[in-house]
């Protein structure tokens, strides 16, 4: 069974939600770009979703989570990621605006200089977020050091609910089941103005990285009963069992909302086909290819992208088009997921764009 644009709206309704952005955001064709990929391009501007200058996709997903912390009367939300998180940055001024003390553990992966704190962190500072840094000790992988991120947070908020707090642990990303209904009604939105347009996308291009976003576009797709291939394009290593879990995160959000049974999933993790080829050399790690992509939204569109995410997925819709991966005259969606607050972080992140 299917459910319209209106049904799924309906069912989201029903769930806490608390307002954080402006929606919907603009959907439009790239005109130049479009006559010279020979494609029907168009972007989904969700760099937009507010409430500062910083949207990015992390909104959608808080304005459930956030929600739902409001709704059990937590005092304290914790979340986790890297120095120059997106994720965290976007966490910790959503829950300021709603009166909850926001506390982040930051895995540091490239050194803090205490005189010259910028982008997100210099972000999280204003917000006066209660930020602890978790040094990578020798030897230790990036994953190491947010697990350990993780387990510190947890042994946290046992002292804080000791003491009589109510605190909310938000996984990296804000991927879970709650997180993942922001998606739902992302995917909803875009369709909605899709066809108002009359345009039936062929492709869905996104950069993914937890796999929340993923998630919840996928359970979006499958309930409205959309034929768009979702091309999600990595921006760090990912492991086998990761679409495994994207599809698990899917099933959970569409039991939230009443939908599915754990008899019958409403996707499969053969749904998901996250594309590892364009994240290299690594994580918040620059490459040639992306640089050259970056520059030409900018100069033909006006559009920024950043290098560790939207950035490294438009240069994958590049090569695409490229190798006929995306046939000529195909129409296709570009998801801009935000992140432009890298353009002001560490030269090393940042790479050669000027
Ligand atoms: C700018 C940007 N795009 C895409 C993503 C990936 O989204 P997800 O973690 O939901 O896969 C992130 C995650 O932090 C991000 O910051």
Redesign the pocket.
């Known amino acids: 069974m299917t459910y319209t644009t209106k049904e799924a709206r309906e069912l989201l309704g029903k769930l806490p939600k608390t307002d954080l952005g402006f929606f919907p955001t603009p959907l439009y064709k790239l005109d130049k770009l479009s006559a010279e990929l020979g494609i029907e391009l168009y972007i989904k501007r969700d760099?937009f979703t507010g409430s500062n200058l910083f949207g990015?996709?992390?909104t959608r997903?808080l304005e459930y989570l956030i929600g739902k912390a409001k709704a059990e009367g937590c005092d304290h939300v914790f979340t986790y990621?890297a120095v120059q998180?997106?994720?965290a940055m976007q966490t910790v001024w959503a829950a300021a605006k709603n009166g909850i003390k926001p506390v982040i553990y930051l895995a540091a992966i490239v050194p803090i200089d205490e005189n010259d704190i910028k982008a997100n962190l210099l972000l999280d500072r204003i917000y006066d977020a209660e930020i602890h840094y978790i040094e990578p000790l020798e030897g230790e992988s990036f994953m190491d050091t947010e697990e350990r991120s993780f387990k510190m947070g947890e042994e946290h908020i046992k002292r804080l609910e000791a003491e009589g707090h109510k605190c909310m642990n938000i996984p990296?990303?804000?991927?879970d089941e709650t997180g993942s209904l922001g998606?739902i009604g992302g995917i909803t939105e875009l369709y909605e103005q899709a066809d108002a347009l009359g345009v039936e996308f062929d492709y869905l291009y996104?950069?993914?990285?937890?796999?929340?976003?993923?998630?919840g576009m996928m359970a979006g797709r499958n309930l409205l009963g959309r034929s768009t291939v979702i091309r999600?394009i990595s921006?760090m290593e990912i492991g086998r069992s990761y679409a495994k879990h994207s599809a698990s995160l899917s099933n959970g959000a569409l039991a939230l909302m009443g939908i599915g049974s754990p008899d019958e999933p409403l996707v499969k993790a053969e749904d998901f086909a996250p594309d590892d080829n364009y994240y290299a050399p690594g994580y918040e790690i620059p490459n040639e290819a992306t640089t050259k992509a970056i520059k030409l939204l900018a100069k033909t569109e006006g559009i920024l992208v950043?290098p560790?995410?939207?950035g490294k997925?438009f240069s994958a819709l590049l090569d695409h088009v490229k190798t006929g991966k995306i046939e000529q005259g195909s129409k296709v969606v570009f998801v801009h997921?935000?992140?432009a607050t890298v353009f002001f972080a560490e030269k090393e992140i940042l790479g050669d764009v000027f």
């Open positions: 760099d990015g996709n992390k997903k990621g998180s997106n994720h990296v990303g804000g991927a998606y996104h950069a993914t990285g937890s796999g929340g976003t993923m998630a999600s921006a950043d560790v995410y939207s997925a997921t935000g992140g």
